[in-house]
């Protein structure tokens, strides 16, 4: 027989805490589902921050080599080439491009 004597009163012994309906396969089924989802959100979200970076470093303006006195100077001096000579158009659209560069 599966009693505890206490005090010379018999106490039948306690069923676990957890009820009759809990199956352990089914819980951890489901927590491997949550897992996979969290991780596959997370992972959406990664991508979509790295793609974020790379258009926001594609966009991002190149940075100058020089100084700004030496860049407004090299400016100075293509204008005044620009201005000076008598260029053909394909030649000046391309001293503008360096200038706008310049700035």
């Not at 996979?36 to 940075?63: C, F, H």
């Not at 407004?72 to 560069?101: G, N, Y």
């Amino acid at each position: 027989r599966n009693t505890i004597t206490m005090n010379s009163k018999e106490v039948p012994p306690q069923a676990p805490a957890e009820p009759a309906s809990f199956d352990l396969g089914a819980k951890l089924a489901q927590r491997l589902r949550e897992h996979i989802a969290n991780r596959d959100r997370t992972q959406r979200r990664i991508d979509q921050e790295v793609s974020q970076l790379q258009l926001l470093s594609k966009a991002a303006p190149k940075r100058p080599r020089e100084t700004k006195n030496a860049l407004h100077q090299k400016t100075v001096r293509l204008e005044r080439d620009r201005t000076s000579r008598s260029l053909p158009l394909a030649q000046e659209k391309a001293l503008i491009r360096q200038i706008d560069a310049a700035r």
